[in-house]
């Protein structure tokens, strides 16, 4: 079965704690997105890989990073600087289109995080 | 002004009803748009994907693009209690690096 998993479901963090969200895909997609999603907000870019040991900052970096070691994983941390955390964060990957479109972004089942 | 307009809802409709959700954007640079469905606590999925001006149909779902109007529509033919959920729709730039910007979402109920 091909697709995006991310882990864990849920997660809780106090406050001062660094906590990573885990995302791995097995449909060999070179590009990975993660996003975060407020209620009424829509999602909002916080972070992008279009390939392996690079990647760009999206709208909200802030307070958070990642790593691209490996093609298939994705992980993004949560730093304690990142002021309002509690959220639900959603990993995608697509294709990396050499003709400049957009490809297909298919999304994980999402973690909710939650800073007590 | 955000850069993809799109009415949070609800919307509630009677089964079978057709419904039409809309997005309104401001940049005229979006060549490539999408529409994306959302269960409750789930990743959005899928729906439709067209480039540039047009009609797009896939079985009850009509996706609409009027690019002089800055203007995105998705048709819902009879709908099902199933097609209750919230649908984003998303853009992008051509020569981008795949970047999408998201609608807010709009909530759909139909009831049985």
């Known amino acids: 079965d091909g697709g995006i998993t991310q882990s864990p479901k849920y997660l809780f963090r106090k406050e001062g704690q660094n906590v990573t969200l885990s995302c791995e895909q097995n449909l060999n997609h070179d590009a990975m997105y993660w996003y975060r999603q407020d209620p009424g907000q829509g999602l909002r870019l916080i972070y992008y890989?279009?390939?392996?040991?690079?990647?760009q900052k999206g709208d909200i970096a802030e307070g958070y990073s990642v790593s691209r070691e490996k093609k298939e994983s994705f992980p993004l941390t949560v730093t304690s600087a990142q002021k309002n955390p509690t959220a639900f964060y959603l990993c995608?990957?697509?294709?990396?289109?050499?003709?400049?479109?957009?490809?297909?972004?298919?999304f994980g089942p999402g973690t909710r995080l939650t800073v007590l | 002004q955000k850069e993809v307009e799109q009415d949070p809802g609800p919307l509630s409709v009677p089964e079978g009803a057709i419904v039409s959700l809309n997005c309104t954007y401001s940049?005229?640079?979006?060549?490539?748009f999408m529409w994306y469905r959302q269960y409750s606590r789930k990743g959005p999925e899928l729906l439709m994907y067209t480039y540039s001006s047009g009609n797009k149909e896939d079985g009850r779902f009509t996706a609409q693009v009027d690019k002089s109007s800055k203007y995105i529509s998705l048709f819902i033919r009879d709908s099902q209690p199933s097609d209750s959920a919230t649908y984003l729709c998303a853009m992008s730039i051509s020569g981008n690096t795949g970047k999408l910007i998201f609608g807010q979402g709009t909530t759909l109920q139909v009831k049985p």
């Open positions: 995608a990957s697509s294709r990396r289109t050499t003709s400049g479109g957009a490809d297909t972004q298919y």
């Open positions: 940049n005229s640079a979006f060549q490539y």
């Open positions: 890989s279009q390939i392996v040991n690079d990647f």
